[in-house]
């Protein structure tokens, strides 16, 4: 069975530090994608990044990167130099890939506040 | 409009009403979704559609009743729902061309009295 865990409920830090979210993901599958979404205040779940399971390249964009580790089932997530903006409910996710219409697994999220 | 759009953005109704929320992608994406979000609960995928074919019902409750007229449009049709139906219910879709990630509308926050 499939299953992504956030084991973090609540993080909050003081702007312009670093964070790290963690997800930890476990599936049976050799292919499958994992993502990273955000949801603000607002309520819509923003997309953030997508990797799939044959890429274990780190990514960063701005303040953003991702760490994919195979070897540890674990794709974390690091702000860098956290602004309020930043703060708002993260998801990670797993989808098996299999159809057109593939089952996203989400984890439970992590609430991140910002304190200027 | 661009993205998935999803109206109406509030809904307030009573127990015996009956009232549909509406979703349309405009990403030419050929599967959309219905999830409902309840306050300090995960995310629940409620129904899947893939070229209008709904392929997931995730034993939700007859009350609730999806429609899926062709693939840019998908609705949600309420009835005499009950209280604890109260939360945010949020559209996405997705397409394997596009890399499977699905995009979601802003939501209806759905409040049953």
């Known amino acids: 069975a499939q299953k992504v865990t956030q084991a973090q409920t609540e993080i909050s830090v003081v702007e312009k530090e670093d964070v790290t979210l963690d997800c930890v993901y476990e599936?049976?599958?050799?292919?499958?994608?994992l993502f990273w979404y955000k949801q603000p205040p607002s309520g819509e779940l923003v997309f953030l990044i997508r990797?799939?399971?044959?890429?274990?390249q780190n990514e960063i964009s701005g303040r953003y990167s991702w760490n994919f580790q195979k070897s540890t089932s674990s794709f974390n997530f690091t702000i860098t130099a956290s602004q309020v903006v930043d703060s708002a409910v993260y998801f990670c996710?797993?989808?098996?890939?299999?159809?057109?219409?593939?089952?996203?697994?989400f984890g439970s999220g992590t609430r991140l506040s910002i304190r200027p | 409009e661009t993205g998935v759009t999803q109206t109406p953005r509030h809904l307030v109704m009573g127990m015996t009403n009956k009232k549909s929320l509406k979703c349309e992608q405009h990403?030419?994406?050929?599967?959309m979704y219905w999830y409902k979000q309840s306050a300090k609960k995960p995310l629940e995928l409620m129904f899947v559609?893939?070229?209008?074919?709904?392929?997931e019902n995730n034993s939700v409750p007859s009350r609730f009743s999806p429609e899926c007229p062709n693939s840019s449009h998908l609705f949600l049709h309420l009835h005499t729902l009950q209280p604890e139906d109260s939360a945010l219910y949020l559209c996405?879709?997705?397409?394997?061309?596009?890399?499977?990630?699905?995009?979601f509308g802003p939501g209806t926050r759905l409040t049953v009295t």
């Open positions: 996710a797993l989808s098996e890939a299999r159809s057109s219409a593939s089952k996203i697994i």
């Open positions: 990797r799939n399971s044959f890429d274990e």
């Open positions: 996405a879709s997705s397409s394997r061309i596009a890399g499977y990630e699905q995009y």
């Open positions: 599936t049976r599958d050799t292919t499958y994608y």
């Open positions: 559609y893939s070229l209008e074919e709904r392929v």
């Open positions: 990403l030419g994406h050929n599967a």
